[in-house]
C-alpha cells in the first residue's frame, strides 16, 4: 500500500532564505508526483506536476525533483517570502488514485 | 471560465441528517473526484469518476454515494450523516496528464 510522508511537519524560516521541503513514497510505481499549496481555510492550488519519467520540474522560484528509485522527491523554494506561507501538500498518482502527505506548514518571516 | 464549483460552502447537519454536495466543473474534464481532508492527516479519496457514467470507491467510501450525472457534475451524498463525516470536502476533476484542479471546498459539521 502506497504511503507519502512530509518532513517537517512544519518550518519557519526568515524571509529571503532558501529552503527545501521533502517527500517520501513507499512504492516507486507511480504515474507522477504533484505538489500542491494551500492557503488557510482555502482549496489547493496546484504547482508543479512531475511525470514519472521526469528528474524535475521549474517553475518561478519552485523547483520540485523526483527520484522514484529511492522514493524521494523535494520541493525547493528560492528567494522565500511571506507570501509564500502556506501548506504544501506532495501527492502520489497512482492510477487515479492521488495518495497524498500530510503537508509541511510553512512559514516566512518578515 | 469558473473551474471547478462546489456548493453549499458551509452546511451543518444533525447526526442522521441527509445531504448532497454539488459539484460543477466547466473544463471538460474526464475525471472527477471527491475528497475529505481532516487535520493533521492528507486528503483521502472517498469516490472518484474515470469517466461520464463510471463510478468507483476509492479509500474511505463507506457512508457516502455519488452520482456522476454528465459530465460536468459529481455529487456526493451522505444518506445518514454521523458526527465522524465532519470533515473539509474537495471537489477536483483532471484530464489525463494534468494536475487535478481543485474545488473550494466545503466545510461540513455533523453535531
Known amino acids: 500500500k502506497q504511503e507519502v510522508t512530509q518532513i517537517p511537519a512544519a518550518l519557519s524560516v526568515p524571509e529571503g532564505e532558501n529552503l527545501v521541503l521533502n517527500c517520501s513514497f513507499t512504492d516507486s510505481a507511480i504515474y507522477n508526483l504533484q505538489w500542491f499549496r494551500q492557503d488557510p481555510g482555502k482549496g489547493l492550488t496546484s504547482l508543479l506536476l512531475?511525470?514519472?519519467s521526469q528528474r524535475e520540474q521549474t517553475s518561478g522560484r519552485l523547483n520540485a525533483s523526483l527520484d522514484k528509485s529511492s522514493g524521494r522527491s523535494t520541493l525547493y523554494i528560492a528567494a522565500s517570502q511571506p507570501g509564500d506561507s502556506a501548506t504544501y501538500l506532495c501527492a502520489v498518482d497512482s492510477n487515479y488514485q492521488l495518495i497524498w502527505g500530510a503537508g509541511t506548514k510553512l512559514i516566512i518571516k518578515p | 471560465n469558473a473551474g471547478v464549483t462546489q456548493t453549499p460552502k458551509f452546511q451543518v447537519l444533525k447526526t442522521g441528517q441527509s445531504m448532497t454536495l454539488q459539484c460543477a466543473q466547466d473544463?471538460?474534464?474526464?475525471?472527477m473526484y471527491w475528497y475529505r481532508q481532516d487535520p493533521g492527516m492528507g486528503l483521502r479519496l472517498i469516490y472518484y469518476?474515470?469517466?461520464?457514467?463510471?463510478?468507483d470507491k476509492g479509500e474511505v467510501p463507506n457512508g457516502y454515494n455519488v452520482s456522476r450525472l454528465n459530465k460536468r457534475e459529481f455529487s456526493l451524498r451522505l444518506e445518514s450523516a454521523a458526527p465522524s463525516q465532519t470533515s473539509v470536502y474537495f471537489c477536483a476533476s483532471s484530464t489525463l496528464d494534468r494536475p487535478r484542479v481543485f474545488g473550494p471546498g466545503t466545510r461540513l459539521t455533523v453535531l
Open positions: 473544463m471538460n474534464h474526464n475525471s
Open positions: 469518476s474515470a469517466s461520464e457514467g463510471t463510478t
Open positions: 512531475i511525470q514519472s
